[in-house]
């Protein structure tokens, strides 16, 4: 099946520094979402893009839909303990029966 | 409150037991889903209900068999439990065709021992 791409499988950061995480696809996407899992919860949405070239942010969040429509990065700014967790991309196309299709996710640490 | 709930929270079972888990969104929306997650916390899509119709089966064992009484609930009975079914069941709810993305419940652990 139709596979993300995120790498690598894990970051490792200090409090206050900002990280960037990319996606990439294979083929191409109509829709782009990032979402964050903590643990023991659900993936929760943090940002939706919807056309090519968009950028758009969240707070300390910002993500971008590629040119191409085939791959979206999410910068996280001034990052902080809370952070944590893992971030996961997907990607969705138009179609009666569209499915959202998910990377691998990133696991990303906040040193204090 | 809760928008979309899964019930139980924990499943600890044995193998070779029958056993079901519920979902229920309060939210409107019409089409329901149920993801899986392993251990390196890979989400794959099993079962994809919309409006009680099922929209998508991907191949997954016949054992697990999926139920939708109404555009509120979906279910998911799994038989004859494996080893290898053990992980994180989430289920998730969307409205078709809006591209918002999915919202998903805080999901079922399975523990087949």
């Known amino acids: 099946g139709q596979q993300l791409n995120q790498s690598p499988q894990s970051m490792f950061i200090q409090e206050g520094e900002d990280v960037s995480m990319n996606c990439t696809s294979s083929s191409i996407f109509n829709t782009w979402l990032w979402y964050k899992q903590d643990p023991g919860e659900g993936p929760v949405l943090l940002i939706a893009?919807?056309?090519?070239?968009e950028l758009t942010s969240n707070g300390r969040l910002t993500a971008q839909f590629g040119i191409t429509r085939k791959d979206s990065f999410l910068n996280i700014s001034a990052s902080i303990p809370s952070d944590v967790g893992i971030y996961f991309c997907?990607?969705?196309?138009?179609?009666?029966?569209?499915?959202?299709?998910f990377g691998k996710g990133i696991t990303l640490s906040v040193r204090p | 409150d809760t928008a979309v709930s899964q019930t139980p929270k924990y499943l600890v079972t044995q193998m070779g037991n029958d056993k079901s888990i519920k979902c229920e969104q309060n939210?409107?929306?019409?089409?329901m889903y149920w993801y899986k997650q392993d251990s390196k916390k890979f989400l794959k899509i099993m079962f994809s209900y919309n409006n009680k119709e099922l929209i998508i089966n991907e191949t997954v064992p016949n054992r697990f068999s999926p139920k939708s009484p109404d555009k509120a609930h979906l279910n998911l009975h799994i038989n004859s439990l494996e080893l290898g079914d053990s992980a994180v069941y989430f289920c998730?709810?969307?409205?078709?065709?809006?591209?918002?993305?999915?919202?998903f419940g805080s999901g079922t652990r399975l523990t087949v021992v």
């Open positions: 893009l919807y056309k090519a070239g």
């Open positions: 997907a990607g969705q196309r138009f179609g009666a029966n569209s499915k959202l299709t």
């Open positions: 998730a709810s969307s409205s078709k065709g809006q591209g918002f993305g999915y919202t």
């Open positions: 939210l409107g929306h019409d089409t």
